[in-house]
Each structure stands twice: as C-alpha cells, then as structure tokens.
C-alpha cells in the first residue's frame, strides 16, 4: 500500500524532525537535567556497598535507572498528546490526509528517539563510573535489545492511552503522580523483597518492574541474581509481562486515539484556549 | 441550470441540537465549483458549527450534507486530500520553522496528484506566494500574528484543494494585515479552481471578497444572494428627497429610478434638490447583529438572574 508507505515515511521524518527541535536551544537543558542528575547519584553511590551481596550500589542502581528511564516512554506520550490537544497540532493532524497516522508514528520515533539518547547518557559514561556491569558478553546486548523494544512499545502505548483520556495538560500533570508511584515501588530505588507481599504484586502488574528487571538481567553478573525475587532473572515471565502490555497497548492504542481524534474540532481547541486564558487572567 | 456536477457543497435541511438547544434550524444551502461564499453573520449565529460540519470535524443531528460528492461525516482520506481548511485558531507546531511545516504537511498530498492537479504545492513557491519568503527559516512561534495567519492559508491550500474552508480567517488583524489577506485570498479565487468558503462578522469583507453572501442569524440562512441583490432583498427600499415649490418631500420606493422618472414627468422642472440614497446593506445588517445581540444580553440578563 504506497498510502501506508507515505504515512510512514512522513511519520519518521516528522519524528526525526521533533527530536532535533527537542535536543537544540533551550530545550535541551531540560532534556539533559534528569539523566545528569541521575548519573551523579550513581556516581556518590559508586562504593557504597549493598549489604552481603558484595556488590556496590551503583552497580545494581545504574541497569535499574535505564529501565525506569524507558518507562518514562509513558510520561513522554502523555504530555505530547495533551499539550498537542491543546494546541491544535493533532486537529492539523487529523484535517491532513492520513495525518493522525503520520502524527502518531512520528510521536513514537520522537520518543523512542529522546529515550535512547537518555540511555546513551546514562550507559556510556556509567559504564566509566562503576566497575563490575558485564558488557563484553553478547548475550548482554541481545537482552537488553528485546527489553528495550517490548519495553518501548509496552510503555509508549500505554502513555498514548492515558494521553488520550486525559484533556488537558494539568491532567496530565495529575496523572504523572501514580505513575512516579509505580516507578517508586518497582524495584528501581528500593529493593522490590523489601516490600510488603501486596505492593510487590501492584508492582509486578505494570511493565516498570520488570523493565528495571530486564535491565539489570541483562547488565549484572550471574552472581547479582541472588537479590532478586525467587532469585531468578524471570526472563520468560519479563517477556509474558511487557509482551501482554504491548499487545495490549497495541490493540488498545490505535482505537481510542481514533476516538480522541474524531472528537477533535476548531472550537474544542478554541474553547480549551479560552479557559486556559481564564485560569491565567 | 447548473449540472449537479457543478455543485460542490450541497446543504439541505441542516439542523444541529446541543442538548436542549438547537443551534442550527433547517440550513439549506449550495455552492457551485469556483465559487466565492461567505458565510455572514454575528457571534453565535452558528457559522462555525455549520463550516465544521462540513469539513467533517463534527457530527450533525438532521439533514443532507454533500461536500465534494461525500457525506463528510463518513468522507476518507482520498476526499480529505481535496479540501482545504483553516480554523480560526492555530497556534500548533511552534518549534517548527516555516519552510519545513509546509514541505512536511505537503508530503502527505503527493499520492492523491492528479493529471490535472499537481499535488502538494512547492514549499518555495507557496511561501513567496504568502510573503514569508523572509520568515521561511523562522521558528513559528515567532511569528507575528498576521504572518501566523498567512502561513495558516498556506497550510490550508498546501494540497492544492478544490475546496477551501476558512472560519474567520481575519479576525484579530490589524487593518494592513486585513488587506494583505484580503489581497493573498482575491488572488487565490482568480485562479478560479478553488471553491471557497469562508466566515466572518465583516459585512465590508464579505462585499469585497464573495461572489456570494450568505447571512446567517440564530440557525437559519435569512439571506442568500450576491451583495446587490441582498441590498435589494433584505434592505429594501431606496429613499427619494426633493422639493417642490419650496417645500420638502421624503419617499421610499422600492424602484428609485421609476418613481424619479414618474416624479419629473409631473412635475418637469419644478422638481429641486434631488436626492436618491441607496438602500444600505450595512445599515439592515448592523441592525440585525443589533437584535441577534439584544436577544443575548436578554439571555444573559435570564442567566444572572437565576444565579441572583
């Protein structure tokens, strides 16, 4: 289908478009804040050890935080699709032949983009920082490759769904409160085993655990597999988990962003502007 | 006759109800290809419900609506391609320059070129064509508000549309940006292959720019026709003045040239200070936004008073 092909080409060009506007200028302070701060951390917990498990901090910290920066692919795509709501970039979207295909697919690129630059900064100079992450094995790649992807894919669809329900850039912003929760209680700052039995299953639902999972599976020595539940790397339950989610999302997506879509006119965006001045003036 | 290929917008009967309230009653309406429509009428008359069901964005609840030989509420992606649209307002895509918007909301119009129509339009040419070939590397964010406005055009016709819808497309301009709109739109309609459709609260606009008027006021089309025709059809009557034998004399007619010719044929030459003012479109129409907005400061007076 050459049309398909069109949307798809337009899509990547527009996602590598928005990608370069995100990482130039002012924005790009923004952009770097949190991966700076979040290697500095690992770099103050560089020899600070973890109890009897001989490993430092910093080790066990640095795979974690990768999977909790992907899973910012969630936070991503809702603060896109509402603040393009409001600004009327999705209704340019949707009067432009196969225009809310494109808009969505250069969403993805867009954010998969900034991600794996997060990843770049976190990854090549940690590696630098803490001694002990197994990275000459291919094996190591290949996991983090598939947990990268089903991560993406699970996580940026499920942002897309809650972007679609929420009409406003302040319910975006309420909306990111559960989701830090659920980061909170995945295993990323604090050791899951710490929890008690019931916050360790909310958090095993939802794809962020098992993301800072895959990540540490993919990166930590064998021996690090003492720390985690059941002391196993779980890898056929990581793929079940962040495979249902992005099937799920895959499925789910697609259907209430062409709700969403469809509800948008001229004047929703004009009377959404129209109260957004209101709640300035 | 017109062959009903000819008919590119078709309105029959178009009536739209939000909850108790109808907004639109019964709008009935044609546009022939290579016209210029515009869709007159004060705040709250229902223009803009009305341009929004026809571009598809919104859902109607009675009546039969033809745009471009689909019902827009089921219209795909090929009749999407042939129209044009510029809301009343955009403020989207900030980050992106000017040039580059343009080549990108082009690219999706290269399937649907034709023999006939050549699908998108350059970049290049269409910023010339709407004086931003200065601003073409600028951030939009940072354009002024007539610029902003002059790229929204461009966006709209970047597909080369057969159909161009613009809702308000003026409002907020300072008056060169006014003209210079008004000059960049004449000179879209002399190309003669776009049919457009645009709305305003303008009676001067309108004039200067459609082939046709219609007014709308509270739902319903209460005029149809060029802007003679509605000077004729809803402000009826020229006034005639004159003296005769020192004493004055005020006449309305609804055919000054008659009764003038009638009047010297009596009286000959002792007719004096001669005087035919013209029926004014303006003066019927501001009296009718006078009304329409009466009508709402009554509505609003019922609302405060059943806060109070």
Redesign the interface.
Known sequence: M??AA??L??GF??GL??LR?SFTGSELVGQLLWPVATLLAIFFLRNRGFGASGFTLGVLALPSVLGMFIAFGTLLMVQYLSA?RE???L??A??????IR?YFIGKLVTASGSILVYLAILLVPGLLLVDGLQVGRVGSWLTLAWVLLLGLVATQSLGAILGSLVSSPRGAGYLSLPIMGLVAISGIFYPITALPEWLRWIAQTFPMYWLGLGMRSALLPDDAVAVELGASWRHLETAGVLGAWALLGLIVAPMVLRRMARR????S??AR?DKLLQRIG | MTTSADVVIDVDGLRMRYGASDVLHGVTFQARQGEVLALLGPNGAGK??TI?IL?G??GRSAGRVKVLDADPAHGD??W??R?G?V??????????RVR?LLA??G??????ATEHVQRPWDADELVAMVGLTEHADKQIRTLSGGQRRRLDVA?GIV?RPELLFM?EPTAGFDPQARRDFHDLLLRLADQGETTILFTTHDLHEAEKLAGRILILNAGRIIANGTAEELARQIAGNDEVRWTHDGQRFTQSTADATRFVFDLFRRYGEAIADLEVRRASLEDTYLALVRDAEAGQGRAAAGDLQAVA
């Open positions: 050459p049309r069109t949307a080409r337009a060009a527009r478009i928005e506007q393009e600004d009327g970039t209704l340019r949707r009067a432009t032949p196969n225009g494109g948008e006119a001229g004047s965006v004009a502007r | 803009t419900t929004e571009e964005f919104r992606e090929h999407r391609a129209l649209i809301l009343q307002s955009w403020r989207d895509h900030p980050k992106w580059e990108h909301l690219s999706y119009y290269a399937d649907y966006v597909g809702d």
